[in-house]
Structure formats: structure tokens, C-alpha cells
């Protein structure tokens, strides 16, 4: 009914920058709290932030002011602009959000990963 695509991931250098998407798509009426997590070889998923509707972000200390979440409501997309890339920010990472269907169903649907490898 609802998925979740992300695109964006790739190798960059320490000190580099990317910038992933997410676009959401289906039988959608409306899409509350938006995310992104990412999760490390070996390691459990972690939050990287979120955003409301309404546009006001959240960020985990690990990624305060380097990463920066923003979204298009009118395109069903979130963006995580992550710039002073280091090796420690390799990992797969995923778009999460909370979306109601047009059956006035609230799903908490996941992307399926992108990865995002930084080595020099």
C-alpha cells in the first residue's frame, strides 16, 4: 500500500558530503513524524533524527550540526543533508515514517536502505 525509497547513498571521502532522499508513494492521505536511522556493521539500528509535519527537526548529539533533516510535504520526500562526513557515519541507513492511508489506516512503514560508505 505505502512504501518508502531511498536514494542519495554512495562512497565519499572524510570531510565529504551527501545528501539522501526519501520519497513515499501509495494510497497515501497524509505522512506525520518522518526519520532516519542508520546501522552500522555489527552494531543495532540507531535514530540519526526526525521531523513533524510541520517541519520541526530533531537530531541526535552524534550528528548535531553536520546533519540536517528537511522535508517536501507536497512531494512526500525527506531529505538528510549530511555534510563533515566521518568514517564513523558508514552505514546502511533508512527512511522511517508514520503514514495514513486513504482507508484512514496509520502505518509505521521502513525504506529499504541506502548505503552511505565513507573512506578515504
Known amino acids: 500500500q505505502v512504501q518508502l525509497v531511498e536514494s542519495g547513498g554512495g562512497l565519499v571521502q572524510p570531510g565529504g558530503s551527501l545528501t539522501l532522499s526519501c520519497v513515499a508513494s501509495?494510497?497515501?492521505?497524509?505522512?506525520?513524524?518522518m526519520g532516519w536511522y542508520r546501522q552500522a556493521p555489527g552494531k543495532q539500528r540507531e535514530l540519526v533524527g526526525t521531523?513533524?509535519?510541520?517541519?520541526?527537526?530533531n537530531h541526535v548529539d552524534s550528528v548535531k550540526g553536520r546533519f540536517t533533516i528537511s522535508r517536501e510535504n507536497a512531494k512526500n520526500t525527506v531529505y538528510l543533508q549530511m555534510n563533515s562526513l566521518k568514517p564513523e557515519d558508514t552505514a546502511v541507513y533508512y527512511c522511517?515514517?508514520?503514514?495514513?492511508?486513504?482507508?484512514?489506516?496509520?502505518?509505521?512503514?521502513w525504506g529499504q536502505g541506502t548505503q552511505v560508505t565513507v573512506s578515504s
Open positions: 522511517n515514517a508514520d503514514v495514513r492511508t486513504i482507508a484512514r489506516v496509520t502505518f509505521n512503514v
Open positions: 501509495g494510497s497515501i492521505l497524509s505522512i506525520n513524524d
Open positions: 521531523i513533524t509535519s510541520g517541519g520541526s527537526a
